[in-house]
């Protein structure tokens, strides 16, 4: 399928005198009006070229400027292992227990294999309980490999494994730490050896070194937070940095245009169906989750860190592909969608902005804390002012909005959380809905 596209022409950059009057840079000013700080973007075609754009606080589209690409590194880890896959190196269904040298097995005994990690049907949980940063806004900088060896040695598996898909960045910085392992060299360097430089992809990083220009991260609300750092342990999750041509070169190599078609046979592996996703309409491949959109199969991978939103969208049947970078936490898959294929309108922001009551201080203050839905998953509540804050385990923090003392909603994505008790008293417990569903979260002391 990769395969048989037309050949891509050389990249037609987006000249800066008719950037105004392109529909990626007008979607890109208009997004900025309402929400966000700053956005690189960019619209992929092989009958057509390359288009880039930027709006708002961001580095130019012709500089290097990098941005944080949060989980589509997970797509890079899927590669790298669909590559050793395909040199023989091991089977996707080989176990890992002889790789880790610790017993990893699921509830009914039987040991995980690659393809587990790479499909998130291990039932290993999306977070170590162990992961107990130092700096809520920096959560991995401090978790490394022996830690992950604690929790694994300790884990007790709740299902067996391909039971039910369940998101893990633990599963895929375990992934990028066995391959690693595997290898005998750092993921860093596995990464660069057999992906970044096949693909020409010298500006993709996971470390930065001194002097890169990088772009800087905001909440939800547009306030400047940290970059956030990752031990090699948990860097095949989320740790690659990269701009939005970077994003648009992969996009090509996966589409099977680039020169000498590198990867090509690793790609096509990772786009295939593997296993059932997170909806019956959406199977996943290796990291790739895959969705019908008017008759044809496309593929997309998203990420977000404390600072940056990313979405990453593939249409091989008709040669396309969008992405966009934010350097804030708001959402972006619906603009990266409408990107690839404009008969999907993006979400109108300015029209659907839900109103806000002001609370006191006095109001707010009482909710802070720390709630647990379970050892592996809480949500800390922060007060400052007149404004209230949730950050998630391992996720970057976002503001909250009340619609009545104890209600309150994001705009970073739809969700609702109430709060028990009183108005003015500490709430022992909330509920947070989202999607159709609810979970309950308990005070923790």
């Known amino acids: 399928m990769l395969n048989s596209l037309a050949a891509l022409p050389t990249f037609t950059w987006l000249p800066k005198a008719n950037a105004q009057a392109s529909p990626i840079q007008d979607a890109l000013n208009q997004r900025v009006k309402v929400q966000g700080v700053g956005y690189q973007a960019f619209e992929l075609d092989v009958a057509k070229g390359l288009a880039l754009a930027g709006a708002g606080k961001v580095p130019p589209v012709d500089q290097s400027g990098l941005f944080e690409i949060g989980s589509i590194t997970k797509t890079f880890t899927a590669l790298l292992l669909a590559d050793a896959s395909l040199r023989g190196e091991l089977r996707l269904d080989d176990t890992l227990e002889p790789v880790l040298d610790l017993p990893l097995r699921d509830k009914s005994g039987q040991p995980l294999r ?34 992950m060896q604690i929790f694994l040695r300790s884990w007790q598996p709740a299902r067996a494994r391909e039971e039910r898909y369940e998101y893990s960045n633990l599963g895929y910085g375990l992934l990028g730490q066995a391959l690693a392992l595997r290898s005998g060299k750092p993921f860093e360097a596995l990464l660069a050896e057999r992906v970044l430089r096949p693909l020409k992809l010298d500006g993709m990083v996971l470390a930065p070194p001194p002097g890169t220009l990088l772009a800087q991260g905001h909440d939800a609300a547009g306030k400047p937070v940290a970059p956030w750092r990752f031990q090699p342990a948990m860097a095949g999750a989320g ?50 989750n895959l969705a019908p959109l008017n008759g044809r199969t496309v593929f997309n991978h998203d990420g977000g860190t404390g600072g940056f939103s990313s979405s990453l969208w593939l249409d091989p049947q008709r040669g ?54 379970n050892s592996n998953f809480k949500l800390r509540i922060t007060a400052r002012g007149e404004r209230l804050f949730a950050q998630a385990s391992g996720q ?40 159709g569903g609810s979970m309950r979260f308990a005070r923790e002391p």
């Open 114 to 147: 690659w393809i587990d990690l790479a499909t998130h049907r291990s039932g290993l949980p999306r977070l170590p309980a162990n992961l107990l940063p130092r700096r809520g806004d920096d959560p991995y900088a401090d978790y490394g490999w022996a830690d």
């Open 239 to 288: 740790a690659l940095l990269g701009s939005a041509s970077d994003l648009a070169a992969y996009a090509r190599a996966a589409l099977g245009q680039t020169p000498g078609k590198p990867l090509a046979e690793a790609f096509a592996l990772c786009l295939r169906r593997h296993a059932d996703g997170a909806a019956p309409i959406n199977p996943i491949g290796l990291a790739w």
């Open 320 to 373: 396309r592909a969008a992405g966009v970078l934010a350097n804030a936490m708001v959402p972006v898959s619906d603009l990266a969608l409408h990107l690839l294929d404009p008969s999907v309108p993006p979400k109108d922001f300015a029209s659907t902005q839900q109103a806000a009551l002001t609370l006191p201080p006095e109001q707010l203050a009482p909710l802070a804390g720390l709630y647990a839905l």
């Open 396 to 435: 970057g923090e976002f503001e909250l909005f009340a619609n009545a003392p104890r209600q309150f909603f994001a705009r970073v994505t739809p969700l609702e959380i109430v709060f028990d008790g009183e108005a003015g008293s500490a709430a022992p417990a909330l509920t947070l809905r989202q999607n």
